[in-house]
T-cell receptor, first 115, second 113 residues
């Protein structure tokens, strides 16, 4: 079953607008929630992340909102720019036995910011 | 500082052929992962190696084998390639018990005809 559900699959926003991408999870063992950004032809790269004891984290124009009771988190991109056009993945981390861990990714959102 | 290096970058195989995708990291990380990326499917975990000497199945392991050769290298083998294995394959090295970060390679675009 899909452990991390991401929506929408694609998103078109005008320059200067707000982009919002949502994710939901079921596994309460998840204890860390990063977002990755991927440009065409490249591997994903960490954008911003949040721990479940925090409800919001902001880095520049990027903000994660986290709702632990609803098991949902979202990425907000303020003042969206054409250079933000990329695929965005939410992810969730769970610890395994010992000091090991596993990252599970959502299906991704293709964001297009029109000039 | 190369980070995670994957080879080859592109490959075309005929159905039934075998090949090995190579991955090496120079960051001294314990954990390494193989994902495949398909349109509309996101990143799906094939196999992972939490530490040298161990490997575990991920979400879509069928048709693949892996070898954690040493701490630096983690290879993915297709024994008998099928068109359904046409995909972009990413190797990742993962670090951090609490603030976990994955470092991805550039990817291998594989086409099976």
């Amino acid at each position: 079953q899909q452990q991390v559900k991401q929506s929408p699959q694609s998103l078109i926003v005008q320059k200067g607008g707000i982009s919002i991408i949502n994710c939901a999870y079921e596994n309460t063992a998840f204890d860390y929630f990063p977002w990755y950004q991927q440009f065409p032809g490249k591997g994903p790269a960490l954008l911003i992340a949040i721990r479940p004891d925090v409800s919001e984290k902001k880095e520049g124009r990027f903000t994660i909102s986290f709702n632990k009771s609803a098991k949902q988190f979202s990425l907000h991109i303020m003042d969206s720019q054409p250079g933000d056009s990329a695929t965005y993945f939410c992810a969730a981390k769970e610890g395994l036995r010992g000091s090991n861990y596993k990252l599970t990714f959502g299906k991704g959102t293709l964001l297009t910011v029109n000039p | 500082n190369a980070g995670v290096t994957q080879t080859p970058k592109f490959q075309v195989l005929k159905t039934g052929q075998s090949m090995t995708l190579q991955c090496a990291q120079d960051m001294n990380h314990n954990s390494m992962y193989w994902y495949r990326q398909d349109p509309g499917m996101g990143l799906r975990l094939i196999y992972y190696s939490a530490s040298e000497g161990t490997t575990d199945k991920g979400e879509v392991p069928n048709g693949y084998n892996v070898s954690r050769l040493n701490k630096r290298e983690f290879s993915l083998r297709l024994e008998s390639a099928a068109p359904s294995q046409t995909s972009v394959y990413f190797c990742a090295s993962i670090v951090g018990r609490w603030n976990t970060e994955a470092f991805f390679g550039q990817g291998t675009r594989l086409t099976v005809v």
